[in-house]
Nanobody, 114 residues
Framework: VQLVESEGGLVRAGESLRLSCAASTSTFSIRTMGWYRQAPGKQRELVATITSGGTTDYADSVKGRFTISRDNAKNTMYLEMNSLKPEDTAVYSC?????????WGQGTQVTVSS
């Protein structure tokens, strides 16, 4: 499975940005998809996940601001990011997990200026 993320970007604090992650094959066999991020000098952290059944989970730092969703018909996952803060600046990567494998996208830079 290949995962291709949309381009991130440079936004101002308070603005919104939507990321997408397109899978090269059907997401039928993918149990969980998620977004992770890594800021400079920090470890990669979980942002949000969504199961094949639509159950979502979020890091406390993004709850109420970010929304994860997936469109199985389009083999695509989304991350809607609202009320962005400078501390959201990071490289965002999508992940897809089957029962036996884990796949990663190439990562996309999101920069939030104050």
């Amino acid at each position: 499975v290949q995962l291709v993320e949309s381009e991130g970007g440079l936004v101002r604090a308070g603005e919104s940005l939507r990321l997408s992650c397109a899978a090269s094959t059907s997401t039928f066999s993918i149990r969980t998809m998620g977004w992770y991020r890594q800021a400079p000098g920090k470890q990669r952290e979980l942002v949000a996940t969504i199961t094949s059944g639509g159950t979502t989970d979020y890091a406390d730092s993004v709850k109420g601001r970010f929304t994860i969703s997936r469109d199985n018909a389009k083999n695509t996952m989304y991350l809607e990011m609202n009320s962005l803060k400078p501390e959201d600046t990071a490289v965002y990567s999508c992940n897809a997990r089957t029962f036996t494998e884990s796949y990663w996208g190439q990562g996309t830079q999101v920069t939030v200026s104050s």
